[in-house]
T-cell receptor, first 110, second 111 residues
Framework: DVKVTQSSRYLVKRTGEKVFLECVQD?????MFWYRQDPGLGLRLIYF???????EKGDIPEGYSVSREKKERFSLILESASTNQTSMYLC?????????FGEGSWLTVV | SQQGEEDPQALSIQEGENATMNCSYK?????LQWYRQNSGRGLVHLIL?????REKHSGRLRVTLDTSKKSSSLLITASRAADTASYFC???????????FGRGTQLTVWP
C-alpha cells in the first residue's frame, strides 16, 4: 500500500518561530507536493517537486520554502511563522496522475 | 484562478438514497479526478476519468464528464452513513501531476 507519512499531526508554534513540516513517502515517487487547506478555500498548492533538489512554486509560495535532499523526503519550512499561516498542511506524492495524501498536519501559530 | 467549483457546497440525504455532486471547471483538461476526505484526515483518491472518456464506474460510484460544458458529476448510489465526507474534484492539466482542486461538497448521510 502507498504510504505518505507526515511527522507531526498537531503543532502549536509562536509567531516568528521557524517551523519544519516533514513528509516521507515510501513509493519511490518522483513528484511530491505541499498543499494548504483552509475552510471555504479548498486546497491550495504551496510548492511541488519533480525530483531531488528540484522545486517549483505553486499558487501561494509566499512565506514558505521547501527542501528535497532525498527522493523520499519533502520538507516544508516556514521561515518566520505568522498567525495567518495557521492551517492544515497536506503533503502528497504522485504517480500515474494519482495523488496520494498524508494525513495532514494541523499547525496553529499563536 | 484555475480552481474548479463543486456544487452543491453541502448535501444531506438519508441512507439508501443516491447522492449527486457536480463539478465545473474553467480550462481544458487531461483528466478529472474525484477525491474523498473524512473529517480531519487526508484526501483519498476515488476515481479518474480521462478527457476522452464520458462515463466511468467504480463500485457504487459513477462519474460522468462533459468536456463541452466543462463539467463532471459524481453519483454515489445507495448511500451509507460511512459515505459521510467531503468530496473534491480536481482537474489535471498538461503539467505532470499538477491538479487544481475545488472547494468540495460536504456530504452527510443520515442513518
Amino acid at each position: 500500500d502507498v504510504k505518505v507519512t507526515q511527522s507531526s499531526r498537531y503543532l502549536v508554534k509562536r509567531t516568528g518561530e521557524k517551523v519544519f513540516l516533514e513528509c516521507v513517502q515510501d513509493m519511490d515517487h518522483e513528484n511530491m507536493f505541499w498543499y494548504r487547506q483552509d475552510p471555504g478555500l479548498g486546497l491550495r498548492l504551496i510548492y511541488f517537486s519533480y525530483d531531488v533538489k528540484m522545486k517549483e512554486k505553486g499558487d501561494i509560495p509566499e512565506g514558505y520554502s521547501v527542501s528535497r535532499e532525498k527522493k523520499e523526503r519533502f520538507s516544508l519550512i516556514l521561515e518566520s511563522a505568522s498567525t495567518n499561516q495557521t492551517s492544515m498542511y497536506l503533503c502528497a506524492s504522485e504517480t500515474r496522475n494519482t495523488i496520494y495524501f498524508g494525513e495532514g498536519s494541523w499547525l496553529t501559530v499563536v | 484562478s484555475q480552481q474548479g467549483e463543486e456544487d452543491p457546497q453541502a448535501l444531506s440525504i438519508q441512507e439508501g438514497e443516491n447522492a449527486t455532486m457536480n463539478c465545473s471547471y474553467k480550462t481544458s483538461i487531461n483528466n478529472l479526478q474525484w477525491y474523498r476526505q473524512n473529517s480531519g484526515r487526508g484526501l483519498v483518491h476515488l476515481i479518474l476519468i480521462r478527457s476522452n472518456e464520458r462515463e466511468k464506474h467504480s463500485g457504487r460510484l459513477r462519474v460522468t464528464l462533459d468536456t463541452s460544458k466543462k463539467s463532471s458529476s459524481l453519483l454515489i448510489t445507495a448511500s451509507r452513513a460511512a459515505d459521510t465526507a467531503s468530496y473534491f474534484c480536481a482537474q489535471g492539466d498538461s503539467t505532470l501531476g499538477r491538479l487544481y482542486f475545488g472547494r468540495g461538497t460536504q456530504l452527510t448521510v443520515w442513518p
